[in-house]
């Protein structure tokens, strides 16, 4: 219990990392212990595009931004306007720099795709944290829509990008922010 | 590392559960424990309603089968047909008899909330496993539309019930079910 407590709060959402890379059996071992996730009916639909190579990642997150900022112009009201400064400063990179992304898909069609592909994201996140990795799911890197990117990366028409998560060794490792305690709508006994 | 990797390989999906209620302070322990799951914006937007009574649970199952039979009759073809026996089967409990059921909820507008609740939905699994206890995500049970059930759970017309998870001692804990190697679409280095 202490464990599992320790570890869930070893997690934290890393935005620094060193200019170390993750060897490719660490990233391996990690998605093999990913898959160990519950899916719905045990199909296990998630499947994991690996980029360890850091002109590629700013190739990918230039191509988020260039989508992202397209849509925002076509809807100036789009939640996505607190990202507007960012999403325009050519110098951000959308995944801070990581040496590694890893982009989690499912098939586009598959009702369960997002939780599925969520829960093989925790499991990958905790068993990066449980190796001293640190982790950040990116929404603003999953809008990847040249073909030729997608091509490269093996993202064919059926699948759809659920997930972009950074992997690397973190600069430092963040205070974790507040947590509200849990909002229990009922109990009832 | 091994620690993770035993935790993931203790989380089972339980179908058969022990005549044994789970403590209240373990549950909401476990609550707790979920609540450090990463979410989009660190808006934490779950919400929880606990069922831990048997003839409600009995209740909230028949409100679910009913619903989903009446979408199979408008609609032969739905997936829901492999279902279909079991869901007219008058014995069938959607929960396994299980003591307690936790309905993760969260904003129905929202776009994470999907993601998000399942990343909650996993913590809580973990959670659960560590201390011994099996849960299964229960999708055939999120089917509850009576305005006097929803009440009762607390669950406001704002919120949509994303995961229904049982929570119980099991009778046993089956062998995992085979896994598939991650399929890694392309490494980029």
Chains 1, 2 share one sequence.
Request: glycine share 4%; hydrophobic share 45%; with cysteine.
């Amino acid at each position: 219990m202490d464990d599992v407590l320790n570890l869930f709060r070893k997690r934290r959402s890393i935005r620094r990392y060193l200019d170390r890379d993750v060897p490719a059996g660490v990233v391996r071992e990690i998605l093999r212990e990913s898959c160990l996730a519950p899916s719905a009916m045990n199909r296990q639909p998630w499947r994991f595009s690996v980029v360890a190579n850091r002109p590629a990642i700013r190739r990918l997150s230039d191509e988020s931004k260039k989508n992202l900022l397209a849509e925002l112009e076509a809807n100036p009201a789009s939640p996505l306007d607190r990202y507007g400064d960012l999403l325009r400063n050519p110098a951000f990179n959308v995944f801070y720099d990581a040496p590694c992304v890893v982009y989690v898909c499912g098939p586009r069609e598959m009702k369960s795709v997002q939780a599925d592909c969520a829960l093989a994201v925790s499991y990958f996140m905790l068993a990066a944290a449980a190796r001293g990795l640190g982790t950040c799911w990116v929404a603003l890197g999953a809008d990847v829509r040249d073909p030729a990117l997608l091509a490269q990366l093996g993202i064919t028409p059926e699948l759809r990008i659920v997930a972009p998560v950074t992997l690397g060794y973190p600069e430092s490792v963040p205070e974790p922010p507040a947590r509200s305690e849990p909002v229990i709508l009922g109990f009832l006994r």
